[in-house]
Protein backbone atom coordinates (compact mmCIF):
# COMPACT_ATOMS: atom_id res chain seq x y z
CA UNK A 1 0.00 0.00 0.00
CA UNK A 2 1.33 3.44 -0.99
CA UNK A 3 0.49 6.76 0.69
CA UNK A 4 0.83 10.24 -0.97
CA UNK A 5 1.11 13.37 1.06
CA UNK A 6 3.01 16.51 1.27
CA UNK A 7 0.63 18.54 -1.97
CA UNK A 8 -0.56 21.89 -1.49
CA UNK A 9 -1.15 25.09 -2.92
CA UNK A 10 2.22 27.12 -3.75
CA UNK A 11 2.95 30.24 -6.07
CA UNK A 12 5.29 30.05 -8.92
CA UNK A 13 8.52 29.99 -8.62
CA UNK A 14 8.31 27.99 -4.92
CA UNK A 15 8.88 24.40 -3.61
CA UNK A 16 7.30 21.54 -2.15
CA UNK A 17 8.10 18.08 -1.37
CA UNK A 18 5.72 15.21 -1.85
CA UNK A 19 6.54 12.07 0.19
CA UNK A 20 5.41 8.51 -0.74
CA UNK A 21 4.82 5.78 2.65
CA UNK A 22 4.97 2.06 1.51
CA UNK A 23 3.83 -0.47 3.91
CA UNK A 24 3.03 -3.95 3.49
CA UNK A 25 6.64 -5.00 1.30
CA UNK A 26 9.82 -4.10 2.21
CA UNK A 27 10.50 -0.96 -0.30
CA UNK A 28 13.95 -1.53 -1.57
CA UNK A 29 12.47 -4.29 -3.41
CA UNK A 30 10.97 -2.14 -6.11
CA UNK A 31 11.29 0.53 -8.04
CA UNK A 32 9.53 3.95 -7.42
CA UNK A 33 8.06 6.73 -9.29
CA UNK A 34 5.82 9.92 -9.61
CA UNK A 35 3.50 10.06 -12.00
CA UNK A 36 0.93 13.21 -12.30
CA UNK A 37 -2.41 14.18 -13.96
CA UNK A 38 -3.87 17.19 -14.87
CA UNK A 39 -7.27 17.77 -15.46
CA UNK A 40 -8.89 16.77 -18.68
CA UNK A 41 -5.13 15.25 -19.66
CA UNK A 42 -3.65 11.30 -19.46
CA UNK A 43 -1.22 10.37 -16.59
CA UNK A 44 2.23 11.45 -17.37
CA UNK A 45 5.77 10.19 -15.99
CA UNK A 46 7.02 12.71 -13.83
CA UNK A 47 10.13 10.51 -12.42
CA UNK A 48 11.87 7.28 -11.39
CA UNK A 49 14.13 5.45 -8.53
CA UNK A 50 15.70 2.37 -8.65
CA UNK A 51 15.55 -0.30 -5.98
CA UNK A 52 18.92 1.28 -4.73
CA UNK A 53 18.70 4.58 -5.32
CA UNK A 54 21.41 5.26 -7.55
CA UNK A 55 19.50 5.47 -10.63
CA UNK A 56 16.98 7.87 -11.36
CA UNK A 57 14.93 8.96 -14.46
CA UNK A 58 13.29 12.48 -15.02
CA UNK A 59 10.64 13.95 -17.70
CA UNK A 60 12.47 16.56 -19.54
CA UNK A 61 9.83 18.82 -18.71
CA UNK A 62 11.24 18.52 -14.81
CA UNK A 63 14.74 18.04 -15.34
CA UNK A 64 16.78 20.67 -13.23
CA UNK A 65 13.96 20.92 -10.62
CA UNK A 66 12.24 18.07 -9.14
CA UNK A 67 14.44 15.69 -7.14
CA UNK A 68 13.74 11.91 -6.58
CA UNK A 69 15.12 10.36 -3.63
CA UNK A 70 14.44 7.20 -1.46
CA UNK A 71 14.79 6.39 2.06
CA UNK A 72 14.83 2.38 2.18
CA UNK A 73 14.63 2.25 5.95
CA UNK A 74 12.00 4.31 6.45
CA UNK A 75 10.13 3.09 3.37
CA UNK A 76 9.30 6.57 1.56
CA UNK A 77 10.20 7.99 -1.50
CA UNK A 78 10.71 11.98 -2.18
CA UNK A 79 9.86 13.98 -4.49
CA UNK A 80 11.45 17.81 -4.15
CA UNK A 81 9.77 20.06 -6.64
CA UNK A 82 11.85 23.56 -7.04
CA UNK A 83 11.04 26.19 -9.81
CA UNK A 84 7.48 25.04 -9.71
CA UNK A 85 5.21 26.42 -12.62
CA UNK A 86 1.44 26.80 -12.91
CA UNK A 87 1.47 24.06 -15.88
CA UNK A 88 3.29 21.73 -12.96
CA UNK A 89 -0.77 21.69 -11.70
CA UNK A 90 -2.03 18.22 -11.53
CA UNK A 91 -2.60 15.24 -8.98
CA UNK A 92 0.48 13.19 -8.49
CA UNK A 93 0.88 10.08 -8.16
CA UNK A 94 3.39 7.61 -6.93
CA UNK A 95 3.65 4.16 -8.21
CA UNK A 96 5.96 0.89 -7.44
CA UNK A 97 6.89 -1.59 -10.10
CA UNK A 98 7.89 -4.72 -8.39
CA UNK A 99 9.05 -6.66 -11.77
CA UNK A 100 12.90 -5.93 -13.65
CA UNK A 101 11.73 -5.36 -16.94
CA UNK A 102 8.84 -2.32 -17.94
CA UNK A 103 9.64 1.09 -19.17
CA UNK A 104 10.07 3.69 -16.22
CA UNK A 105 7.78 5.82 -18.09
CA UNK A 106 5.17 3.62 -18.39
CA UNK A 107 2.12 3.12 -16.39
CA UNK A 108 1.16 0.12 -17.24
CA UNK A 109 4.99 -1.27 -16.06
CA UNK A 110 4.03 -0.34 -12.62
CA UNK A 111 1.80 -2.54 -10.06
CA UNK A 112 0.59 -0.74 -7.35
CA UNK A 113 -0.32 3.20 -6.71
CA UNK A 114 -0.92 5.78 -4.10
CA UNK A 115 -4.24 7.63 -3.92
CA UNK A 116 -2.87 10.85 -5.41
CA UNK A 117 -1.87 14.72 -3.92
CA UNK A 118 -2.94 17.72 -5.16
CA UNK A 119 -0.43 19.73 -6.60
CA UNK A 120 -1.58 23.63 -7.34
CA UNK A 121 1.03 26.33 -8.94
CA UNK A 122 -0.48 29.88 -9.04
CA UNK A 123 0.59 32.61 -11.19
Known amino acids: QLQASGGGLVQAGGSLRLSCAASGRTSSSYAMAWFRQAPGKERDFVAAINRSGIGTYYADSVKGRFTISRDNAKNTVYLQMNSLKPEDTAVYYC??????????????????WGQGTLVTVSS
Open 95 to 112: AAKFGAYGDYGFTSSYNA
